[in-house]
Nanobody, 124 residues
Framework: QVLLVESGGGLVQTGGSLRLSCAAS????????MGWFRQAPGKEREFVAA????????FYADSVKGRFTISRDNAKNTVFLQMNSLKPEDTAVYYC?????????????????WGQGTQVTVSS
């Protein structure tokens, strides 16, 4: 069992930055692939970024490539999402997810554990 708690969301102007954190409790954090997803009102949950167990492999949605960076600190059981050059279309609830797999998934149905989400609002 893994418990995930996101933090770091908030209100920011277009072009601004935010850093989301996801703290995990439970055993063997380093054995889990970690992902970030987001869901805007009236839309389906969509993939944002994912990172392998070691942090060496990272994957991004085309819409955030070059602006967002996912990273993890296995010693602190935490995964991060650095978001730069934010746009109004980035406004959504951002969710952290975990799964014990070797191959990094980029679809939500492959993840077993989810956080409660943190709101990110980008004003124009």
């Amino acid at each position: 069992q893994v418990l995930l708690v996101e933090s770091g969301g908030g209100l920011v102007q277009t072009g601004g930055s935010l850093r989301l954190s996801c703290a995990a409790s439970g055993r063997s954090f380093s054995g889990y692939c970690m992902g970030w997803f987001r869901q805007a009102p009236g839309k389906e949950r969509e993939f944002v970024a994912a990172v392998s167990r070691t942090g060496n492999s990272r994957f991004y949605a085309d819409s955030v490539k070059g602006r967002f960076t996912i990273s993890r600190d296995n010693a602190k059981n935490t995964v991060f999402l650095q978001m730069n050059s934010l746009k109004p279309e980035d406004t959504a609830v951002y969710y952290c997810a975990a799964v014990n797999r070797l191959v990094v998934p980029t679809t939500s149905d492959r993840y077993d554990y989810w956080g409660q989400g943190t709101q990110v609002t980008v004003s124009s």
